[in-house]
């Protein structure tokens, strides 16, 4: 229950701190409460057109619509934020992909067996 509850709260922190997430590439603190508090307004009509279609098919669809616009605008925003790299976010990138190579590299290549009977 612990992993699961830091995992959460690892998620939530690398998405809507702008400590974290790639909106502190903008410079420009306005701009980032500008583009968290856009995101946000966006968000929320989402999900209300979601709840909304509980009860009618059509707010459902309009819903799902604008579930698929916020995604891609959120990936929009964070990719055009992302743009201009700082140096450690390279390094720290490459690190972390190379560390999920290692994770996902297969585990049964340059296994041998061990037979304690032979080797006594």
Not at 44 to 64: D, R, S
Request: glycine letters at 4%; aromatic letters at 20%; a positive charge.
């Amino acid at each position: 229950m612990r992993n699961a509850l830091m995992w959460f709260y690892y998620s939530w922190d690398s998405i809507m701190n702008v400590k974290y997430n790639p909106l502190s590439y903008v410079r420009n603190v306005s701009m980032q409460m500008y583009f968290m508090t856009a995101l946000s307004i966006l968000w929320t009509a989402t999900f209300c057109g979601l709840i909304a279609g509980w009860t009618n098919v059509i707010p459902l669809i309009y819903g799902h619509i604008g579930f698929l616009f916020a995604t891609f605008m959120t990936y929009g925003v964070f990719k055009d934020a992302e743009r201009d790299r700082p140096k450690w976010f390279e390094k720290w990138n490459t690190d972390y992909l190379a560390d999920r190579a290692f994770k996902n590299r297969d585990k049964t290549k340059n296994a041998c067996r061990w037979n304690l009977e032979i080797e006594a």
